[in-house]
């Protein structure tokens, strides 16, 4: 399965501490020293963000039960591999704020699967990954996109047992409310960007702490409502993205993130809120056809199954200053309804049309409409 393919080479070489020694790092000319800093972390947090609900309550039996095990496990000593800071693949938390992005991927991870990777843990292991989300407090987030990153590490935390920064979640809650233009998008910031980071970062983020700490505070939880309408607005403007063939309008930036543009997507889908109109039969559908343009095409992969910068196959010119190797594994968030279970609609459903197949082969749909609030 795709998910094997590219989580396989990371959580294998980090579970046995081997990870600085056998991943190649490909970045921007001249960036590859400040990239190894932070890139390996950035491969733990992104890998195991999309995959965390199928290690969660994945399938328990049968050949992909045995497989989601063996997953369970090599992510428990992936972590504590990275948390030791006496490991030769410690990940170095607060060395760069870079770590404020990824200790806040690996935080997802954790609250996405809490029995696996968080209650699993050892104690020790535990008090160290704390110690490492603390380290990135001494670093200054963005005004944008990037303070849903700190929040997101002290709810983590929060639901670790530990000491957590209530502020730093409400300043974020709160800026992003302001930041809210209409018709299901947020500004990254106090500006629009054409790009996938509604997806990539903001609407995931914002369900995911409502979720986790929205029941600490009475204004955090009223925003709970909009916040969901606004996530369901937002999927079905996804879902139409989706070419008859698979392919996605190319605008912004971290396209090499390739098909993780589509986490907000496979969120709802997976939260089995779907906008009306919108079935999981062809999300999954629109979804697989995104995996295999994304992940299918030849030089996607090297030779020793790292993946490459590059949106189809490898195109190093896609690759931003800020991306290396660890940053591409971003596009597991696509396998997040792996977390559903076999019999669901999702996978039990017969194969069905997404929009934009249904509209250029002539079918006779709905218009659409914007949302207000």
Not at 1 to 8: F, I, K, S, T
Not at 147 to 152: K, N, P
Not at 194 to 213: G, K
Not at 214 to 242: C, S, T, V
Request: glycine content about 10%; some cysteine.
């Amino acid at each position: 399965m795709h998910l094997e393919r590219v989580a396989g080479p990371v959580l294998s070489a980090l579970s046995h501490r081997k990870l600085i020694a056998t991943m190649p790092v490909e970045s921007a000319a001249g960036h590859d020293a400040d990239r190894r800093k932070v890139t390996y972390l950035e491969a733990l947090g992104r890998t195991l963000c999309g995959i965390a609900p199928w290690l969660e309550q994945g399938e328990t039996t049968g050949a992909e039960g045995q497989l989601r095990e063996r997953f369970c496990g090599m992510a428990r000593e992936a972590i504590a591999a990275g948390v030791d800071p006496r490991s030769p693949d410690y990940l170095r938390f607060g060395v760069d704020r870079q770590t404020i992005v990824d200790a806040a991927f690996l935080s997802l991870a954790l609250l996405r699967a809490p029995r696996e990777l968080r209650e699993k843990l050892p104690a020790a292991v535990r008090a160290q990954l704390a110690d490492g989300l603390r380290a990135t407090r001494e670093l200054l987030p963005g005004f944008n996109n990037w303070l849903l990153f700190a929040a997101m590490i002290e709810a983590c935390l929060f639901q670790l047992g530990e000491r957590w920064d209530r502020m730093r979640v409400d300043y974020a809650l709160r800026e992003h409310q302001s930041w809210f233009l209409g018709d299901g998008v947020y500004g990254d910031g106090p500006h629009f960007h054409w790009d996938y980071y509604n997806s990539f970062v903001i609407q995931p983020f914002l369900l995911t702490l409502i979720d986790a700490v929205g029941a600490q505070e009475p204004g955090w939880a009223a925003m709970g409502p909009a916040i969901k309408a606004r996530a369901q607005r937002y999927a079905a403007i996804q879902e139409r993205l989706i070419a008859p063939d698979g392919t996605y309008p190319i605008v912004g930036r971290s396209i090499a993130y390739r098909c993780g543009a589509f986490q907000l997507l496979a969120e709802v889908a997976l939260r089995k809120e779907l906008p009306e109109g919108v079935t999981p039969e062809q999300v999954r559908c629109g979804l697989t056809a995104v995996i295999r343009k994304t992940l299918d095409t030849p030089g996607t992969f090297d030779e020793k199954g790292w993946l490459r910068i590059g949106l189809a196959g490898h195109q190093p010119s896609l690759g931003e200053t800020y991306i290396s190797t660890g940053s591409l594994y971003l596009c597991s968030a696509v396998f997040l309804p792996l977390g559903l279970p076999a019999s669901d609609a999702f996978w039990s459903g017969k194969a069905e049309r997404w929009t934009s197949q249904k509209l250029w082969a002539g079918v006779d749909l709905p218009v659409d409409h914007a949302l207000d609030g």
